[in-house]
């Protein structure tokens, strides 16, 4: 097995924006779903965008909490993808098993059909590695089963995919009317600065579950994003300092931290220890001192609310006082 | 003895009284460190504290070995702070399990000193598990194999579920501990070599999914590949937790051993349960996987010149 380590792509590939007409493949390279007839909301919302589908051949195949055997899931990603009626590639959803697959994909043959490709969670493990392997602009962004999800998911996930238009700044969800909104507010400022970079990053276990391999994220000199959902601030606190002391994660050029959400103290359904901080209190204290940009909320990852971002694609982020401008800057399709 | 916390913090002052009292109980002089009931966030005080506490034994020449009396989270920390150099040349016993695996393996890999992993001293609630903790930090003599539980009453108890993943018979070096802690090495200076060598490990309260991440980080960084071999203790508490599908950890692991023709068992006598044996780690040994036996091929400990 190569011992060496993937760096920056030298050139960026950006996909072409879906547009009505369209056909997106479904497939499953991590779990499933546990009812099939969930995709019925997916092909009604599908349609009204104007897109049609095509099904994975192993989509429901279960093995363990995966959609079936890592072979069977790598030949769905790698037909579905070099299908060529297939103009983007849509994950069903999340759980666990993308990392498994990444010795079985044909990278070069990917990268000869370059294509719209979205999801995240266990996805990014596919996201970035795709990302660094063919230089292509892969979207952390909601998938099959979650692109409908709020009104504020589903204009970002548009905008990003079927647009090659700049995302441009992103704003927050309209506030709710709640009287008592959900913790975090989304835009902490951790640590001042200014910051630009290509934009790099996903679901935080991920990022931390590649280091140390062949397929771990480049992140030296990009805007860096990582999220989590359901983790103890103890594990954040861990994967954080894993990284600082293995990646290159300190020479990003600014950090946004996501929601994480149901990572409050004891929320968790992983072990729990006695005397916690709070992921709030991990984040100041292993990150506020890089030197960078450094912001904390951003609907970006597991929340209801969650805004999509194209890996690879320029950005920048300013953060001053209370004052947060977090621009996608370049378009990320063509 | 100097005693230490490491990571985080024993539940009452009782734990370390009792742990005082069974240091004693063992024949040794307890040293209890000034931090060990500090906290801070998740951990026993602060990085300086706990790093204070361990230094602190390291340079004092009454101090034979440092114990750590508890687990949960924050050794890692502590890596780019310690003092390998005094480390070394202290030649110190350090014992600890759960999250000191990350500070075992990294000491033993910068010193080359033989660490034992074992249960923390908070864990050590039977006779059994005091007799085997006492006999490892005192024994010069190569120590009695680890066998898996294959007849009469062991097997009968169904405590240790032996499953031989792939056969043969492989030597090296003894490397690993608690997966979970042993895994945030990987990608960073403290990583230590696992080529040639017998890969150990076992975790507690973790679901076999998230288990499975980390054995996949160790499967794609190719050191799987390159170990002699790999063997299995105990996982308390672990399962498939609030998965119905999830299928267990030999299940998980085992496509990928076999694939490699790795040669690995399940189900030695090690780990975080009330009966389970230490585990030196630096020492040479041979693992015999159709037998669930691990012999080892020379003592862990010398007497001091």
């Known amino acids: 097995m190569l011992k060496t380590k993937e760096t920056t792509p030298a050139k960026i590939v950006k996909p072409r924006a879906l547009r009505k007409g369209d056909t997106v493949g479904i497939i499953a390279p991590s779990s499933t779903l546990f009812q099939e007839g969930e995709l019925e909301f997916t092909y009604q919302w599908l349609q009204k965008l104007g897109l049609k589908w095509k099904l994975g051949k192993h989509l429901f195949e279960r093995y363990s909490e995966y959609a079936g055997s890592d072979e069977a899931r790598a030949e769905d990603l790698m037909n579905i993808w070099c299908d060529p009626e297939v103009d983007g590639v849509l994950p069903l959803r999340g759980g666990n098993g993308a990392p498994r697959l990444l010795p079985l994909i044909d990278f070069e043959l990917l990268a000869k059909s370059p294509k719209m490709f979205v999801g995240y969670s266990d996805l990014t493990a596919l996201l970035t590695t795709i990302h660094q392997r063919t230089g292509l602009v892969c979207f952390y962004g909601p998938m099959a089963t979650s692109f409908y999800k709020t009104s504020y998911s589903h204009r970002y996930w548009t905008k990003a995919i079927m647009s090659n238009r700049p995302i441009g700044v992103i704003t927050d969800p309209l506030p709710a009317q709640i009287w008592k909104p959900a913790y975090p507010p989304p835009r902490m400022v951790i640590a001042e600065g200014h910051g630009r970079g290509r934009l790099i990053g996903g679901c935080l276990t991920l990022i931390k579950q590649l280091q140390g391999t062949p397929f771990e994220a480049d992140m030296d000199g990009k805007i860096v994003f990582l999220e989590d959902v359901h983790e103890e601030p103890h594990q954040i606190d861990r994967m954080l300092t894993q990284l600082l002391l293995g990646s290159n994660l300190k020479k990003a050029a600014g950090i946004l931290v996501g929601e994480c959400a149901g990572c409050t103290p004891g929320e968790s359904n992983r072990r729990r220890l006695s005397l916690n901080h709070s992921v709030e209190a991990v984040v100041r204290e292993r990150l506020s001192n890089l030197g960078i940009p450094v912001v904390y909320g951003l609907r970006l990852g597991h929340g209801e609310d969650q805004f999509t971002l194209p890996l690879g694609v320029m950005a920048t982020l300013e953060a001053r006082g209370t004052a947060v401008k977090f621009k996608i800057e370049e378009s990320a399709a063509h | 003895m100097g005693l230490i916390c490491p990571s985080s913090r024993p539940q009452t002052p009782a734990v370390v009284a009792r742990c005082h009292r069974l240091i004693a109980e063992m024949g040794f002089k307890p040293v209890v460190g000034k931090h060990v009931l500090s906290s801070y966030g998740f951990?026993?005080?602060?990085?300086?504290?706990?790093?204070?506490?361990?230094?602190?034994?390291?340079?004092?020449?009454?101090?034979?070995?440092?114990?750590?009396?508890?687990?949960?989270?924050?050794?890692?920390?502590?890596?780019?702070?310690?003092?390998?150099?005094?480390?070394?040349?202290?030649?110190?016993?350090?014992?600890?399990?759960?999250?000191?695996?990350?500070?075992?393996?990294?000491?033993?890999?910068?010193?080359?000193?033989?660490?034992?992993?074992?249960?923390?001293?908070?864990?050590?609630?039977?006779?059994?598990?005091?007799?085997?903790?006492?006999?490892?930090?005192?024994?010069?003599?190569?120590?009695?194999?680890?066998?898996?539980?294959?007849?009469?009453?062991?097997?009968?108890?169904?405590?240790?579920?032996?499953?031989?993943?792939?056969?043969?018979?492989?030597?090296?070096?003894?490397?690993?501990?608690?997966?979970?802690?042993?895994?945030?090495?990987?990608?960073?200076?403290?990583?230590?070599?696992?080529?040639?060598?017998?890969?150990?490990?076992?975790?507690?309260?973790?679901?076999?999914?998230?288990?499975?991440?980390?054995?996949?980080?160790?499967?794609?960084?190719?050191?799987?590949?390159?170990?002699?071999?790999?063997?299995?203790?105990?996982?308390?508490?672990?399962?498939?937790?609030?998965?119905?599908?999830?299928?267990?950890?030999?299940?998980?692991?085992?496509?990928?051993?076999?694939?490699?023709?790795?040669?690995?068992?399940?189900?030695?006598?090690?780990?975080?349960?009330?009966?389970?044996?230490?585990?030196?780690?630096?020492?040479?040994?041979?693992?015999?996987?159709?037998?669930?036996?691990?012999?080892?091929?020379?003592?862990?400990?010398?007497?001091?010149?």
């Not at chain 2, 504290?49 to 340079?59: K, N, P, S, Y």
């Not at chain 2, 390159?226 to 692991?253: E, H, Q, R």
């Open chain 2, 43 to 305: 951990t026993a005080g602060t990085d300086e504290q706990r790093l204070a506490d361990l230094h602190g034994f390291v340079e004092d020449d009454s101090i034979a070995a440092i114990f750590c009396l508890s687990g949960g989270y924050g050794a890692l920390r502590l890596l780019p702070h310690l003092d390998f150099a005094a480390i070394e040349r202290s030649r110190k016993l350090f014992v600890g399990g759960d999250d000191a695996s990350c500070l075992l393996n990294a000491i033993n890999a910068a010193s080359g000193l033989v660490c034992l992993q074992a249960l923390n001293l908070e864990q050590i609630k039977t006779k059994q598990t005091y007799d085997r903790l006492k006999t490892a930090v005192t024994s010069t003599n190569v120590w009695a194999p680890l066998v898996a539980a294959q007849s009469g009453e062991e097997l009968l108890s169904g405590k240790h579920d032996f499953y031989c993943c792939v056969e043969g018979i492989a030597e090296g070096k003894l490397v690993g501990g608690n997966l979970t802690a042993f895994i945030t090495l990987m990608g960073t200076p403290y990583q230590p070599d696992m080529n040639g060598k017998i890969i150990f490990l076992e975790d507690l309260g973790e679901q076999n999914g998230i288990l499975d991440r980390w054995f996949t980080t160790l499967y794609l960084s190719g050191d799987l590949q390159y170990a002699a071999a790999v063997v299995f203790g105990s996982f308390k508490d672990c399962g498939p937790k609030n998965s119905d599908t999830m299928l267990s950890v030999m299940d998980l692991f085992g496509d990928r051993l076999q694939y490699l023709g790795k040669i690995s068992c399940f189900g030695l006598p090690f780990g975080q349960q009330d009966d389970s044996y230490p585990v030196p780690i630096g020492v040479n040994a041979r693992l015999t996987a159709a037998e669930g036996r691990l012999e080892f091929l020379e003592p862990a400990l010398v007497l001091k010149n």
